[in-house]
């Protein structure tokens, strides 16, 4: 029986804590892309410039109006003081995804040895004190100590994903979880957009970047404290839900209540799981597409299509709002399909997928191919990143499906894995657009056609919708070609009591 303070404090709240924690999901993954992007635009103003590269013929080059379009204004940056090269700038910035790799799994497994709601919170925590301390650790120590604090500040938002994945397993029913998937995941759009224009806004006129770090740093500590007081690992554990969800939940959440799942992550059966390894392509090529766009479209915008900064930096948030709005609509659409039964889980993921591989493919070779049209252009890259808004209804929320149980370690290994893409797509390009000129970049965008489209095929022919045998032993049992031994002692005892009874009779 629920004590009578608890149905109390139940009854304060007018939405289903499941939906509490969806939306501080959201803030929570906003706040991580926040901290993690604020640096992309702060680094602009903290170095000096250094002009005098080589201009290069361009037989496509569009028309430089940017004169036009600044009214001659040029900026000081009254706050620069360092001078590095774009070398160091880019070793910096990838310094938080080597940081961000390598944290996935100990905090997959952290999540579900000890339960999301502390190895998501003190991991962004962390992140968020690590931000606020920026501006003195670059002053004090230049790049190298700010490249140190970038991978540390990877290292604390490692655990983001698995964590929450962990905690969406426990709270969130099947036919929920498209939704749910496009609420949550869909906060990293919101990052980028309010990433960029507050550090902008707090950045105009002789503002100092060191704000910048101050604000998403204390923002991040007051997320912190409103997910410590509202959100509960388990339905279980919560101490106010209401009878009625919790319940529900119990019913119809297949790791709700996971006090007698204490096996070791199956590895062994995970790395020999076909559609484990189909779900990792697609996060591969998702990855690729989505790190192409995040870190290469507004040089894109500024060194081919010549918008001035500030036209460059609205049309840069454009794509992200196309994407977080549209995959509400998927998240919707799939659930329904779903509960309806028009089509299977599996079907719902591969449909989703394949919409938010080969259409925005499609749309960046568009693109590259508008030449000069730049409204076409811009057009193409926000129908590009709307079309990638599917993906939270398909792979993104895949690993739910497959593993309820193993969610936080499984989203670790996939998500760890495919973070390559994003120490390796900025590279790459790099080396790809030497001159930035046209047609290097389109060459770019074949690259990125080809990978998405190459991973979406093996994802439609290898993926599944339903809950792996290996996910839950006890209940699966082990099929008949696994030649592999045990991978729960409890499925051995179990079957010494099965002889023991029958010996009895």
């Known amino acids: 029986m629920i004590p009578r303070w608890r149905r109390i404090l139940s009854k304060l709240f007018l939405i289903p804590q499941r939906y509490v924690l969806g939306i501080m999901g959201l803030f929570a993954v906003c706040n991580a892309y926040t901290m993690r992007v604020c640096l992309n635009l702060a680094v602009t103003q903290m170095v000096k410039d250094s002009s005098g590269g080589s201009a290069h013929y361009d037989p496509n080059a569009c028309p430089d109006d940017s004169e036009i379009i600044a009214n001659g204004t040029v900026s000081t940056k009254p706050h620069a003081m360092f001078e590095w090269s774009e070398s160091t700038q880019g070793l910096i910035l990838s310094g938080f995804y080597y940081g961000y790799a390598i944290t996935h799994i100990p905090g997959g497994y952290l999540a579900e040895r000890y339960g999301g709601k502390w190895t998501l919170g003190i ?116 101490p106010y839900i209401s009878e009625e969800e919790l319940k529900y939940l119990n019913e119809n959440v297949t790791s709700a209540d996971t006090m007698s799942v204490r096996d070791p992550v199956p590895w062994k059966a995970v790395v020999r799981s076909v559609p484990v390894w189909a779900l990792l392509f697609a996060a591969v090529g998702h990855d690729w597409g989505y790190y192409t766009m995040v870190t290469d479209l507004p040089k894109y915008m500024t060194d081919v299509l010549k918008f001035n900064i500030a036209a460059t930096g609205t049309l840069t948030a454009i794509p992200y709002l196309a994407m977080w709005m549209s995959s509400f609509v998927f998240g919707w659409a799939c659930d329904l399909c779903v509960r309806r039964k028009w089509h299977s889980i599996k079907m719902g993921r591969i449909i989703h997928t394949t919409i938010a591989a080969t259409g925005p493919a499609i749309c960046i070779i568009l693109a590259s191919y508008a030449g000069c049209d730049r409204m076409a252009a811009v057009g193409y890259f926000i129908a590009s990143m709307a079309l990638m808004g599917g993906f939270y209804s398909g792979m993104k929320v895949n690993a739910l499906d497959l593993a309820p149980n193993y969610a936080g370690s499984l989203t670790a290994m996939i998500n760890g894995t495919s973070t390559i893409s994003g120490i390796i797509t900025p590279y790459l390009i790099g080396l790809l657009t030497p001159n930035s000129t046209l047609g290097e970049w389109r060459v770019a965008f074949w690259v990125c056609f080809a990978v998405l489209v190459g991973t979406n095929v093996v994802y439609c022919i290898w993926a599944d919708g339903k809950q792996q045998w290996w996910d839950d032993v006890r209940q699966y049992g082990y099929p008949d070609d696994w030649t592999h031994g045990q991978l729960s002692t409890a499925t051995v005892d179990k079957e010494k009591s099965k002889q023991a009874e029958a010996t009895s009779f």
């Open 123 to 238: 991991g962004l925590l962390s992140t968020a004190v690590f931000t606020l301390l920026t501006p003195i650790v670059v002053k004090a120590g230049g790049a190298t100590w700010l490249f140190i604090l970038r991978v540390l500040q990877g290292m604390g938002e490692g655990p983001t994903m698995p964590a929450l994945m962990i905690v969406l397993a426990r709270w969130v029913p099947p036919d929920e979880r498209s939704r749910q998937g496009a609420l949550v995941f869909g906060g990293a759009q919101i990052g980028n957009i309010f990433g960029a224009f507050m550090s902008g806004f707090l950045m105009a006129g002789d503002g100092d970047w060191a704000n910048v770090f101050y604000f998403f740093g204390c923002f991040g500590i007051l997320w912190f404290l409103a997910w410590s007081l509202l959100c509960y690992s388990t339905p279980n554990t919560h």
